[in-house]
Nanobody
C-alpha cells in the first residue's frame, strides 16, 4: 500500500516556474514507477511525465517536453516535477501516481495509487 501526498502548487504568471513534490509513504518506494497527470474540469486526466521504477527511463507528454523535468529521489521517497516556462494552458490540478514495477506508460489505468492533487494556476 502506498499513500501519495502532493505539494508545491500555486499561482504563477506565464513564463514562470513551479516545482511540484510528491512524497510517498509505504515500503519499497524504489520499486514504483512514478508519474504525473493533470486534469481540468470537464476534461480527461492527461499524462504529463513518468519515471520508471529503476530510473532508467523518463517520458513526457508532447505539450510539456522541453519545459518540465521529472525526478525520482529514492532516498527521500519523493518524486518532483520541475515546471519551467509555464503557460496558461498548463493550468490544472496535478496528480501524482504510482505503479509497482510499472512499465512507464501514459495510461491512467496502469497506475494503482493516486494522490489528492495540487492546483497549478498560470495567468497571462
Amino acid at each position: 500500500q502506498v499513500q501519495l501526498v502532493e505539494s508545491g502548487g500555486g499561482s504563477v504568471q506565464a513564463g514562470g516556474s513551479l516545482r511540484l513534490s510528491c512524497v510517498a509513504s509505504g515500503r519499497n518506494f524504489h520499486l514504483y514507477t512514478m508519474a504525473w497527470f493533470r486534469q481540468t474540469p470537464g476534461k480527461e486526466r492527461e499524462f504529463v511525465a513518468v519515471v520508471r521504477w529503476n530510473g532508467d527511463t523518463t517520458d513526457y507528454g508532447d505539450s510539456v517536453k522541453g519545459r518540465f523535468t521529472i525526478f525520482k529521489d529514492v532516498a527521500s521517497s519523493m518524486v518532483t516535477l520541475q515546471m519551467n516556462s509555464l503557460k496558461p494552458e498548463d493550468t490544472a490540478n496535478y496528480y501524482c501516481a504510482a505503479a509497482r514495477l510499472g512499465l512507464g506508460t501514459d495510461r491512467r489505468d496502469d497506475y494503482e495509487y493516486w494522490g489528492q492533487g495540487t492546483q497549478v494556476t498560470v495567468s497571462f
